[in-house]
């Protein structure tokens, strides 16, 4: 019987940690996370050799990552937006390096110091890159504690199967909520062969190095495409999506994280009153579930996109739809979070415009 | 060249061949460099200190155990020429990244190469709270108090009144602040278990940097925590003197405000 408890969405991605088999784990204080750093501190002395350190800044938190993981350990970090900020060099610089790790950004109202409320106004920073150059991170956005879980398990197979970093993007609410979780069962350490690491040259191999410089331009090109093609694997292969009645879907609506679960009742509430509502959820924001939602748009009289932004996905479910649909945003920002009735009523001025049912 | 002269060396006929057998052989290659040519400048000292640590990583066979960190700045290439696992850091990060190294490998020896501006500049968040944290690495600090790799600017280290291409009339501490002595800085930490200031523009300085480097490598295999190796250095390029002119910049300019010697040893062996 896997073990089941009730737990803080924080608390359960930071025990899922130490169940994932997580060598190293480098955080600094941030509101609406710091649980992480505190139930790693307390809980991985009376259990395991894991390394937990608490890191004089997020700047030195990813660069810890990326020592870590270059030595072949599976490492991870956890922060919130501003946190995030500081770390899109060293995310960078890991994409190029192909360092398998996992970043947690439990995001919050911005922009700048923002509040400590839920937001999801890091959409774009997680998906189009961040940092500088061309890479991509594989992002996953739970929306529930029980997926604040699972996410990190499956963050580290992503991590380890394509040698990427991988983020997982929850918000305030996800990390503070309490749920019940089933939590997996203790995974082995090193599981995963990394015959590239910087373990110390053994005689009968060369020398490992982990580094994204390659001055001459042609080399650079090479890597560049090299990620490229990793990345469009990854579109053909982890995408990863929950859709909630859409076999007779007439307006779908379209949301992730927080906002999915809100949109969930305003689904309940539309069919209630007879309007054949239904939901796509990505799960993976990178890949983007492209070709569910296009699909779906052949058959809609029009799409919600709803956020806890001021429009960032929705450009995704644009590209997506192509034309196909009118696409609508609703979005509130600044750590508010909208009532799925709020969200109903927008529904109907957009697409209704109060008609009679 | 005169006929005769040519004649003579023909005659004489050296061939490499001839010349390098076994019983003419009296110094091999440093076994932890790479066999290839450095990109580094005429007269740059960071040839000599790359030389000697791999030098003192081969005498104590820790070459398959021990693996090194380059920063961003001249020494960026370092993995080219040192034969030993390495990670290549962004710039000032290095004693990050050899803390995540470490941590999850503590029985490797792991040390960083580091330039002042990298480690004394940008990095000085990251050089502090490592050496603070008493991480069981070796920081190496090659100071010539210039930014190299971008050709010139002021660095952290430039000296009062020193020209480079960002202070054109000298640095003048009013408006561009003062020179930073990072190694006394962080010696008082206790976290810093050896401090030491070397240099490697004579034989008997290079002897004396190789010693701390190898003692630091000792003090490491004991756990005994950070050891910090700062190498006066030169640039002869960027401070456009021939390499000559320059050591003669490094001992009558640098070496009065950086002294060579110990700034901090172990108490019990004091």
């Not at chain 1, 309490?178 to 599981?191: A, I, N, S, T, Y």
């Not at chain 1, 982890?238 to 009742?265: H, N, P, T, W």
Request: proline content about 5%.
């Amino acid at each position: 019987m896997p073990e089941v408890r009730l737990m803080k969405g924080n608390e359960a991605l930071a025990e899922a940690a130490i169940r994932a088999g997580c060598d190293a784990y480098f955080g600094y204080p941030i509101t609406p996370q710091s649980e992480v750093l505190e139930y790693l501190s307390r809980e991985v002395p009376k259990k395991s050799n894991m390394v937990v350190l608490q890191a004089e800044s997020e700047i030195a938190s990813i660069n810890m990552i990326y020592g870590a993981a270059g030595a072949g350990k599976r490492a991870m970090t956890t922060s919130s937006s501003p946190g995030i900020s500081l770390m899109q060099e060293g995310l960078s610089y890991i994409a190029s390096a192909e360092l398998p790790c996992l970043v947690v950004n439990v995001n919050r109202g911005g922009p700048g110091l923002g509040t400590i409320q839920p937001a999801q106004g890091d959409y774009f920073q997680a998906t189009k890159g961040g940092g500088h150059g061309d890479y991509k991170l594989i992002v996953l956005a739970p929306s529930s504690v029980q997926e604040m879980a699972d996410h990190v398990r499956l963050g580290f197979e992503f991590a380890d199967k394509y040698r990427n970093p991988v983020m997982i993007l929850s918000d305030g609410a996800i990390g503070q909520m309490m749920e019940k979780v089933e939590l997996f069962d203790q995974l082995p350490r090193d599981m995963v062969k990394k015959p590239w690491a910087t373990t110390g040259k053994a005689k009968n191999r060369e020398r490992n190095i982990i580094t994204s410089l390659h001055i001459d331009p042609y080399d650079m090109e090479k890597i560049n495409l090299r990620l490229q093609e990793k990345y469009k694997q990854i579109m053909e292969n982890e995408v990863r999506y929950q859709s909630f009645q859409i076999d007779d879907v007439e307006y779908l609506l379209v949301a992730y994280g927080l906002s999915a679960r809100i949109c969930q009742k305003v689904v309940e509430i539309g069919r209630e009153k007879g309007i054949k509502l239904g939901l796509i959820r990505p799960i993976t924001l990178f890949p983007f579930p492209w070709n569910i939602i296009r699909s779906v748009s052949e058959r809609v009289k029009g799409i919600l996109d709803v956020e806890l932004n001021s429009g960032q996905m929705v450009e995704d479910v644009r590209l997506a739809v192509e034309g196909r649909a009118q696409v609508k945003f609703y979005g509130r920002m600044g750590g508010v979070i909208p009532s799925p009735e709020e969200i109903f009523e927008n529904f109907e001025k957009e697409f209704l415009k109060g008609e009679a049912l | 060249m005169s006929e005769n002269t040519q004649l003579e060396i023909e005659e004489q006929n050296f061939l490499e061949e001839d010349i390098c057998v076994k019983e003419n052989l009296v110094f091999d290659r440093t076994q932890a460099l790479t066999d290839v040519e450095m990109h580094y400048c005429p007269g740059c000292g960071h040839g000599v200190a790359h030389r000697i640590i791999m030098e003192v990583v081969d005498e104590m066979g820790i070459q398959d155990k021990t693996i090194g960190v380059a920063p961003v700045g001249c020494s960026v290439f370092a993995y080219n020429y040192m034969n030993i696992d390495m990670q290549e850091a962004a710039h000032g990060r290095a004693s990050a990244v050899a803390t995540g190294i470490k941590r999850v490998l503590p029985d490797k020896f792991v040390f960083s190469y580091q330039g002042d501006g990298d480690l004394a500049a940008i990095g000085t968040g990251e050089t502090v709270h490592t050496v603070n944290r008493g991480e069981n690495i070796l920081i190496v600090f090659i100071n010539n108090a210039v930014y190299g790799m971008t050709s010139g600017q002021m660095a952290p280290t430039t000296l009062e009144g020193m020209v480079t291409t960002t202070s054109p009339y000298g640095r003048d501490p009013k408006i561009m602040g003062y020179p930073l002595k990072i190694a006394d800085l962080i010696a008082p930490l206790p976290g810093a278990y050896y401090v030491t200031r070397q240099a490697v523009n004579n034989a008997g300085n290079v002897r004396k940097a190789k010693k701390a480097i190898q003692k630091s490598f000792e003090y490491q295999k004991l756990n005994k925590g950070l050891c910090f190796v700062e190498i006066v250095s030169n640039c002869p390029s960027n401070w456009k003197m021939t390499p000559v002119e320059s050591n003669k910049f490094v001992e009558e300019k640098l070496f009065p405000f950086y002294p060579l010697g110990d700034i901090k040893v172990p108490k019990e062996i004091k």
